[in-house]
Nanobody, 115 residues
Framework: QVQLVESGGGLVQPGGSLRVSCVTA????????MAWHRQAPGKQRELVAA???????NYADSVKGRFTISRDNAKNTVLLQMNKLKPEDTAVYYC?????????WGQGTQVTVSS
């Protein structure tokens, strides 16, 4: 059974930093591409960042230079370090992977950027 469990969200002031984590189970983590998506109120879910099994990464233009995705294969964990946060980064952040043709999602963690 595939499980993705996010943690680390919270409230942070503009310009601040936050790190969210996703611990996985039920997948062969070290060969699986992992991704972070986010969904703000009233908006569609969007891809934030992804990392391949070889640690190649890609980012949404809106977060390039501010966010860093990384993976710890020993801990079956994918991380998203978010720096220089802006109010428009406020959203629920979801961990995501695909096994075969099926997408799997975590429950999400709320990130709120506000003064």
């Amino acid at each position: 059974q595939v499980q993705l469990v996010e943690s680390g969200g919270g409230l942070v002031q503009p310009g601040g930093s936050l790190r969210v984590s996703c611990v996985t189970a039920g997948i062969i983590f070290n060969i699986t591409t992992m991704a972070w998506h986010r969904q703000a109120p009233g908006k569609q879910r969007e891809l934030v960042a992804a990392i391949t099994r070889r640690s190649n990464t890609n980012y949404a233009d809106s977060v390039k230079g501010r966010f860093t995705i990384s993976r710890d294969n020993a801990k079956n964990t994918v991380l998203l370090q978010m720096n220089k946060l802006k109010p428009e980064d406020t959203a629920v952040y979801y961990c995501n992977t695909k096994v075969g043709a099926r997408d799997y999602w975590g429950q999400g963690t709320q990130v709120t950027v506000s003064s």
